[in-house]
């Protein structure tokens, strides 16, 4: 029961994340077709802050019950079970949760350059690099499911 409750957090939460990590992008691209627009921009921006504040957190938790199922065997025996054993699935997932959080971060960066001032990358190029948290999800749903090695 312990165990299912976790993995539900779990779930939860990097859907949460996910749901930042696919719009903030969206909001870049709004950003780079209304230079100009003052009172849009402004409220992109809010926008565009208030998200990624809100994704840090939906990350965290979300590290914090993936860490927890994944080591809270080490912690607690009698309530997580070692469910990763030997298997090596684990490695790859991690690393491109790291590749997509560094995204996250990147576009975090872009959304403040542009509050300041900065510029922007065209629409088109915004749109390009927001398919790729799609790509590398896709990969950890597979790692995640099919559990290949």
């Not at 998200?51 to 309530?79: C, D, E, K, N």
């Not at 971060?105 to 900065?118: E, S």
Request: charged share 10%; proline share 6%; aromatic share 12%.
């Amino acid at each position: 029961m312990t165990y299912t409750f976790i993995e539900t957090l779990h779930l939860l939460f990097v859907v949460a994340w996910m749901a930042a990590v696919f719009y903030l992008p969206r909001i870049l691209v709004n950003m780079a077709e209304t230079v100009g627009q003052p009172p849009v921009q402004a409220r992109l921006q809010l926008m565009g802050r208030r998200l990624y504040r809100f994704g840090h957190i939906m990350f965290g938790l979300a590290f914090v019950m993936g860490l927890t199922l994944w080591q809270g065997w080490r912690v607690f025996p009698s309530a997580l079970p070692n469910v990763v054993g030997p298997m090596h699935w684990i490695d790859a997932k991690v690393t491109l949760v790291i590749v997509l959080l560094i995204y996250f971060i990147l576009c975090g960066r872009m959304l403040k350059r542009a509050a300041a001032g900065g510029v922007l990358p065209t629409s088109k190029a915004l749109r390009w690099t927001n398919e790729l948290p799609v790509l590398l999800l896709l990969g950890v749903l597979y790692l995640a499911v099919a559990k290949p090695f």
